[in-house]
């Protein structure tokens, strides 16, 4: 049993920021990560950090922007950590040697980026999240952090009290793909879940395929609360072929958008006529799926992204990865035509219910980075924000779990008895018990640490060979396959109660079907097919959550539209969907927003760009 203070769950940009804040705070760290850090997702932004830096703005400002982008479902004391603190951490990168782009100055170059009043957008080149993710691994490995690499996590060690704000995480259980070992580790003050994305419930998304939720699946099943699940953001340009993200920073260097007939469609057909191709993403995203929609689509599946007018040379300096992406994936020199790009799954706003210390209802485990929801970026988050997320509540997470000097947070968690609840008319009977949720059967309530994280240890062995003993059934392949099929058909930009029933009962038929899933290859070492086999039951849960909120959110907010409610509706739905998992199945519920903010209330206005 490995024994350690604080636990963090994943090594993208997240996690390695929570690993540094919490050894500097004293606790001794180790890190768990189904990938070698410097293969973690992170390392595929490319847009930037937004931070204000230069004269003439202020954190204000990027507060106000962020909760404008939110559509008015951002949480203010968490919108504002962000803005305040991002500076502070785009300037402590800096000094731990990340190369940003410079200006012939030396100052470091700032550049425009969609939903900002301001072009405060950080970057190096195309490829920040590259340079930010080996920056951190750098302090990592100068701490001299231990990290568990290719060690997969199958589950939480979690007391099994029947309210989940008096249970307590004592700790993981992972599998190590080297050997096929399951071990426990321990963790006295926290476990730090990082885990990333959940991408791959879609079949076209940016997301590496290691991005199947696994965190707030876990999370979900200890009795930890998701929020705003259905707030899923499509990147209006990835690549048609793969997902593959072309970056943000194309338009705020001054590309533009075309379709079929040659327009300049966001100004020409009124989509957004002050801001054109820097509009907020949920807005150029639903223009461009109007536009194939109504014909106008070149080949009826994309539009045109042209930067050809930039010149070679600041194309090169400023946006080299593109061309690169483009000629690989495409076959197009982004020199001399233009690129082929349409909406794609790019990220998850909502996620594990957190405040804006990563802190859950369930003591000892804390969530951060695009696994958690302490709802910064509300119904849409603004390109940019993801990276400063990643370090400012890295920061603060990691702080907190190793018990260093914090504020008193000012969002709450939990659930309490008052709250109001929701219900969904839907075709099918929603979750399944299944037979190793997180929370244990029977055991005592006042178990030690050690007795809690032995039993888990116990249940996941057994799970694990209770698969690889079978040698008949169904494959993951085949329902994962299904499950991103009826997800991006069904769940997309463009919403409608029939498709999202659909895609519940799709939901369900795939868990009937998981009950009979076996693991082609029965070998006890490097077995990824094990590994994606338990991913896809995570997968599953993630979908029914999704799915369950956009059915219950009968409005129109940020990325979420649906065709029978075109409009957003501030006296019914300004609140947060919730959804435990209780007995078995998921229960809907809703928390307030919490619009007051340090210096100002956020009051909603109508959006436009």
């Known amino acids: 049993m490995h024994e350690y203070d604080v636990i963090v769950v994943g090594a993208g940009g997240a996690g390695l920021r929570s690993a540094i804040a919490a050894q500097e705070a004293g606790a001794n760290v180790a890190m768990v990560t189904k990938l070698h850090p410097v293969r973690s997702h992170t390392g595929a932004a490319e847009g930037g950090i937004n931070a204000a830096l230069r004269e003439g703005d202020d954190w204000e400002l990027h507060a106000y922007d962020t909760m404008k982008g939110s559509d008015y479902l951002a949480d203010a004391p968490a919108a504002e950590a962000l803005c305040q603190e991002s500076p502070k951490e785009a300037i402590q990168l800096e000094h731990w040697g990340m190369a940003f782009s410079r200006e012939d100055d030396g100052r470091v170059s700032q550049r425009p980026f969609g939903g900002l009043s301001f072009p405060r957008t950080t970057f190096a080149g195309a490829e920040t999240g590259h340079h930010l993710l080996h920056t951190l691994y750098e302090q990592v490995v100068k701490r001299g952090i231990d990290v568990f690499d290719e060690w997969y996590v199958l589950n939480l060690a979690v007391s099994d009290e029947d309210d989940p704000s008096d249970r307590t995480c004592h700790g993981v259980v992972a599998y190590e793909t080297a050997t096929g070992n399951i071990e426990a580790f321990t963790a006295s003050d926290g476990v730090i879940l990082a885990t990333g994305g959940l991408g791959q419930v879609y079949d076209h998304t940016t997301n590496a395929v290691a991005n199947t939720g696994d965190g707030i699946a876990m999370a979900y099943r200890a009795g930890v609360p998701v929020e705003d699940m259905e707030m899923i953001q499509f990147h209006p340009t990835t690549l048609p072929s793969t997902g593959v993200l072309i970056s943000e920073g194309v338009r705020g260097e001054g590309g533009i958008l075309y379709n079929d007939e040659g327009e300049r469609f966001m100004f020409e057909r009124g989509y957004a006529n002050n801001d054109g191709e820097l509009a907020s993403r949920d807005v150029v995203s639903r223009a461009e799926l109007t536009e194939i929609n109504a014909g106008r689509g070149i080949e009826d599946e994309y539009v045109h992204l042209d930067m050809r007018h930039l010149g070679e040379e600041r194309i090169v300096d400023r946006l080299e990865n593109i061309l690169h992406l483009a000629e690989d994936f495409e076959g197009v020199d982004g020199l001399e035509e233009p690129m082929p790009v ?268």
């Open 342 to 609: 349409k909406p794609g799954q790019h990220y998850a706003m909502g996620g594990i219910e957190t405040d804006e210390y990563g802190q859950t209802c369930v003591d000892g485990l804390y969530a951060v980075g695009e696994c958690a929801c302490p709802s910064v970026h509300g119904a849409n988050r603004l390109g940019g924000n993801a990276l400063p997320e990643l370090t400012v509540f890295g920061k603060r997470t990691g702080t907190h779990a190793a018990g260093g000097e914090t504020e008193e947070p000012k969002i709450p968690v939990g659930r309490t008895d008052d709250v109001e609840t929701g219900d969904v008319d839907a075709p099918v009977e929603l979750g399944e018990p299944w037979t190793d949720d997180a929370v244990a059967d029977g055991g005592a309530t006042a178990e030690t640490s050690t007795a809690v994280v032995e039993r888990t240890l116990e249940r996941e062995r057994e799970r694990v060979d209770r698969l690889l003993e079978r040698d008949e059934g169904t494959q993951h392949a085949e329902i994962r396959a299904a499950v991103q099929h009826t997800m991006t058909a069904n769940v997309n930009v463009f919403r409608e109660e029939s498709a999202l029933k659909e895609a519940l009962a799709d939901i369900s038929a795939a868990r009937e079907r998981y009950r009979d899933v076996y693991v082609a290859d029965p070998s006890s070492t490097y077995n990824t097919d094990l590994i994606q086999t338990i991913e896809t039951r995570n997968l599953l849960d993630i979908a029914e959550m999704i799915t369950l909120g956009a059915l219950a959110r009968e409005e129109f907010r940020g990325a979420h539209w649906r065709k029978e409610h075109q409009e957003r509706k501030d006296d019914e739905w300004l609140k947060h969907t919730m959804v435990s998992w209780a007995d078995g199945s998921p229960e809907l519920w809703y928390r307030p927003v919490v619009l007051e903010g340090e210096s100002k209330t956020y009051e909603p206005k109508e959006r436009s760009y």
